[in-house]
Structures are given as structure tokens and as C-alpha cells.
T-cell receptor, first 110, second 113 residues
Framework: QKEVEQDPGPLSVPEGAIVSLNCTYS??????FMWYRQYSRKGPELLMY????GNKEDGRFTAQVDKSSKYISLFIRDSQPSDSATYLC??????????FGAGTRLAVHP | EAQVTQNPRYLITVTGKKLTVTCSQN?????MSWYRQDPGLGLRQIYY???????DKGDVPEGYKVSRKEKRNFPLILESPSPNQTSLYFC????????????FGPGTRLTVT
């Protein structure tokens, strides 16, 4: 079993839709939970991170972590075509080591 | 501009021909790392370095070597590449203790025939 599991999609939604991206993890020692966004032919970039459980909001993006169920979520409100990318969840419990999910490819069409 | 650079961006080579992929960062980061990205498997760590002359294996180190002689540079060496090393490679750097924010290079697409 992978330490971080993520449905690779692809996911296709119309512009303006609410998008929900999800991951599960297995290691109870994980404390940091990240979402990276990767555009085509680019390197990943950090979108948001959360420490421990709870929600974090940044504009149209909300990251949510439920440690009791080991579930990580990213919600995108009012999705835009510019949000089309691959979204990678990642978790960390140790010093400088990130474990990534497989990534979910999202397409937002006008 | 703060960035991580990799060269080459694309490389096609043959089995057994030694190659080096360079990585350089201008952010004075102590921590650097190499990942490979394969469909369905996500990013997997190959090697990492906590500082100059300090390197350690990640999750998939077989067939790779690294060195860290200067803080800014972290080359990845494939001494005898094989077709199963065909992949997309990313170098990343970060500040120690802030591993949640890693800065990635643009990637190197390697094909080994």
C-alpha cells in the first residue's frame, strides 16, 4: 500500500464548478499536508499547506485535513480554465521528506 | 529571480552511456533533492542532500549517483543508464525545516533506448 493514495483522474469540469480533489494517507506520523500544482511541462509549485488537522483557505482554494480518517482534500470554488493542471497531494512527518500522491489531472473547460 | 535550473531539459541516450543532469539553485538553500516522475506513480525521491558533502538515499536510488561539492549545485549521475530509467526528472530545493515548500526545477525528460 502506498503511503499517500490519490485518484489520478482525469477530472473534467465546466468553468465555474466546484472541484473536490482528495487523497488518503496511511502514516499516522504525518504532520504536514501539502497541495502542489503542476502545469504541463513545468515543475510542481506549492499551492497550499496545512499543519495537522483543520482547514485553510486562500482565495478560491480550501485545503482540508481530517487526521481521524487520514483524508486530505482540496476544494476549488468557481473553477477557471487557468486551474487546468495536475494537482499533487503530499505529506510529511520527517525532516525534509515528502511523500507524494500520483497526482490528479484536472481540466476546466469554458 | 529565485529559481532552480536543470540541464539538459530533454535528453535521448542509449543504454550504458554515462550521463549527468545538472541542477543549480540561487536561493542559498541547504536542502536539495532529486525526484523522478512516472505516470501513475507520482514523484518518487531518488537522493537528497542536507548540505555540502552530505547526501543520502531516497526511495529509489538504484542506478543513480549524486554529489554535493557546492551549496548551489546538485548533479544527478547515471553511470550506466537503462531503459527503466526513462522518466521525467525534477530537482528541488528548500530551507531545512520548511520541507513543505520545495522549489522545483523545470524538469528533464530522459529517454534511454
Amino acid at each position: 500500500q502506498k503511503e499517500v493514495e490519490q485518484d489520478p483522474g482525469p477530472l473534467s469540469v465546466p468553468e465555474g464548478a466546484i472541484v473536490s480533489l482528495n487523497c488518503t494517507y496511511s502514516n499516522s506520523a504525518f504532520q504536514y499536508f501539502m497541495w502542489y500544482r503542476q502545469y504541463s511541462r513545468k515543475g510542481p509549485e506549492l499551492l497550499m499547506y496545512t499543519y495537522s488537522s483543520g482547514n485553510k483557505e486562500d482565495g478560491r482554494f480550501t485545503a482540508q485535513v481530517d487526521k481521524s480518517s487520514k483524508y486530505i482534500s482540496l476544494f476549488i470554488r468557481d473553477s477557471q480554465p487557468s486551474d487546468s493542471a495536475t494537482y499533487l497531494c503530499a505529506s510529511s512527518g520527517g525532516y525534509n521528506k515528502l511523500i507524494f500522491g500520483a497526482g490528479t489531472r484536472l481540466a476546466v473547460h469554458p | 529571480e529565485a529559481q532552480v535550473t536543470q540541464n539538459p531539459r530533454y535528453l535521448i541516450t542509449v543504454t550504458g552511456k554515462k550521463l549527468t543532469v545538472t541542477c543549480s539553485q540561487n536561493m542559498n538553500h541547504e536542502y536539495m533533492s532529486w525526484y523522478r516522475q512516472d505516470p501513475g506513480l507520482g514523484l518518487r525521491q531518488i537522493y537528497y542532500s542536507m548540505n555540502v558533502e552530505v547526501t543520502d538515499k531516497g526511495d529509489v536510488p538504484e542506478g543513480y549517483k549524486v554529489s554535493r561539492k557546492e551549496k548551489r549545485n546538485f548533479p544527478l549521475i547515471l553511470e550506466s543508464p537503462s531503459p527503466n530509467q526513462t522518466s521525467l526528472y525534477f530537482c528541488a530545493s528548500s530551507i531545512p525545516g520548511q520541507s513543505y515548500e520545495q522549489y522545483f526545477g523545470p524538469g528533464t525528460r530522459l529517454t534511454v533506448t
